[in-house]
């Protein structure tokens, strides 16, 4: 028996080492990468966006009644961009003076910053190539990279960046100073790996930007570029799985794709009824994240956009994956 102790204790003091050494390995790993710089290209746009000189000239409009008019569509439309199609409240909080992406102790504590003018702002001062940097590629003002889920808005056209910001600029001040992000010791491992990594390291490079969204009409078109926000859980190609960075709770994203795995079998209605209800088919619960971003994000969605939506996920190649429901 002390034979068989004495193995186990060495056993056990070996996988500790062998541990420790690959924690010292992953802390060390991921401070390098952590710390490095990304360059971007030097985008700009006007904030906010100005109506075009023939509409302006219909109207009759001119001086401060036309930048008046301008900066008025671009708030009602930033307003609806964040209640129905850009989740940044879901990370940055209701009043967006602060939020929380992830809070796990393994994981780690990802945190959305205060994005009012209010004390602790994080872009009180920042130009349009900031709000681009930051929010297109991922990349902080000072080079490094965020833990932004800038994948999801890689694809967000300048007018609807600069809808979003003249919106964001007109709610009043929040006082809050936001802690940094950290990784807990899984997520340290996750990133020394290349399991978990900043999307600036694929999005620094990006030098593309539409400058005014598709045409908001029942479209392929549209449709896919309202489904670019779901890729971050549900894939580039829309068939899902484990959702990478996120809470370690949430289930994988469901296939999106018209495979017998994915959506094939769904009526217009009853996916209208995912978005606005929050129900499948089978009158079950969505669950997390989706149980979260429907009533305060997807219920809002316009019929026009629902139904570009599904023109879009209809159209995509089906995939088959075995990934249980969402």
Same mark, same amino acid.
């Given at each position: 028996?002390?034979?068989?102790?004495?193995?186990?204790?060495?056993?056990?003091?070996?996988?500790?080492?062998?541990a420790?050494?690959?924690?010292?390995?992953?802390?060390?790993?991921?401070n390098?990468?952590?710390?490095?710089?990304? @360059?971007?290209?030097?985008?700009?746009?006007?904030?906010?966006?100005?109506?075009?000189?023939? @509409?302006?000239?219909?109207?009759g409009?001119?001086?401060?009644?036309?930048q008046?008019?301008?900066?008025?569509?671009?708030?009602?439309?930033?307003?609806?961009?964040?209640?129905?199609r850009?989740?940044?409240?879901?990370?940055?909080?209701?009043?967006f003076?602060?939020? /929380?992406?992830?809070d796990?102790?393994?994981?780690?504590?990802?945190?959305?910053?205060?994005?009012?003018?209010g004390?602790?702002?994080?872009?009180?001062?920042?130009?349009?190539?900031?709000?681009?940097?930051?929010?297109?590629?991922?990349?902080?003002?000072?080079?490094?990279?965020?833990?932004?889920?800038?994948?999801?808005?890689r694809?967000?056209?300048?007018?609807?960046l600069?809808?979003?910001?003249?919106?964001?600029?007109t %709610?009043?001040?929040?006082?809050?100073?936001?802690?940094?992000?950290?990784?807990?010791?899984?997520?340290?491992?996750?990133?020394?790996?290349?399991?978990?990594?900043?999307?600036?390291?694929t999005?620094?490079?990006?030098?593309?930007?539409?400058?005014?969204?598709?045409?908001? @009409?029942?479209?392929?078109?549209?449709?896919?570029?309202?489904?670019?926000?779901?890729?971050?859980?549900?894939?580039?190609?829309?068939?899902?799985?484990?959702?990478?960075?996120?809470?370690?709770?949430?289930?994988?994203?469901?296939?999106?794709?018209?495979?017998?795995?994915?959506?094939?079998?769904?009526?217009?209605?009853?996916?209208?009824?995912?978005?606005?209800?929050?129900?499948?088919?089978?009158?079950? @619960?969505?669950?997390?994240?989706?149980?979260?971003?429907?009533?305060?994000?997807?219920?809002?969605?316009?019929?026009?956009?629902?139904?570009?939506?599904?023109?879009? /996920?209809?159209? /995509?190649?089906?995939?088959?994956?075995?990934?249980?429901? %969402?």
């Amino acid at each position: 028996m002390k034979i068989i102790l004495k193995v186990v204790g060495v056993l056990v003091a070996v996988v500790l080492v062998a541990a420790g050494g690959l924690y010292v390995w992953a802390s060390m790993t991921t401070n390098r990468l952590t710390t490095r710089t990304f @360059e971007t290209h030097t985008a700009d746009f006007p904030i906010p966006f100005p109506i075009d000189e023939a @509409e302006a000239s219909a109207l009759g409009l001119a001086g401060q009644a036309l930048q008046t008019a301008a900066r008025t569509r671009a708030i009602e439309r930033g307003d609806h961009l964040l209640a129905a199609r850009y989740p940044c409240r879901a990370c940055h909080g209701q009043n967006f003076g602060g939020g /929380v992406m992830v809070d796990d102790a393994m994981l780690g504590h990802f945190l959305g910053p205060n994005l009012t003018m209010g004390k602790g702002s994080r872009t009180a001062t920042f130009t349009a190539r900031d709000w681009d940097r930051i929010v297109r590629h991922g990349v902080k003002s000072d080079g490094h990279g965020a833990v932004m889920p800038s994948e999801d808005f890689r694809n967000m056209s300048d007018q609807e960046l600069s809808d979003i910001v003249t919106f964001i600029r007109t %709610q009043p001040p929040v006082d809050n100073q936001v802690p940094a992000s950290t990784f807990g010791p899984v997520g340290t491992v996750l990133v020394a790996v290349g399991k978990l990594s900043y999307a600036a390291n694929t999005l620094a490079a990006n030098t593309t930007h539409d400058v005014r969204p598709p045409t908001e @009409e029942v479209s392929v078109e549209f449709g896919k570029h309202l489904a670019s926000v779901c890729t971050g859980c549900h894939g580039p190609d829309l068939s899902g799985g484990p959702i990478v960075g996120g809470d370690p709770t949430w289930p994988p994203a469901r296939n999106l794709t018209p495979d017998a795995t994915g959506l094939t079998g769904w009526t217009y209605q009853q996916f209208v009824t995912a978005l606005t209800d929050g129900k499948r088919p089978d009158g079950a @619960e969505l669950r997390a994240p989706m149980a979260t971003l429907v009533p305060r994000f997807t219920k809002n969605m316009r019929e026009v956009e629902r139904q570009a939506l599904w023109a879009y /996920v209809r159209s /995509v190649p089906a995939v088959s994956k075995q990934i249980g429901k %969402q």
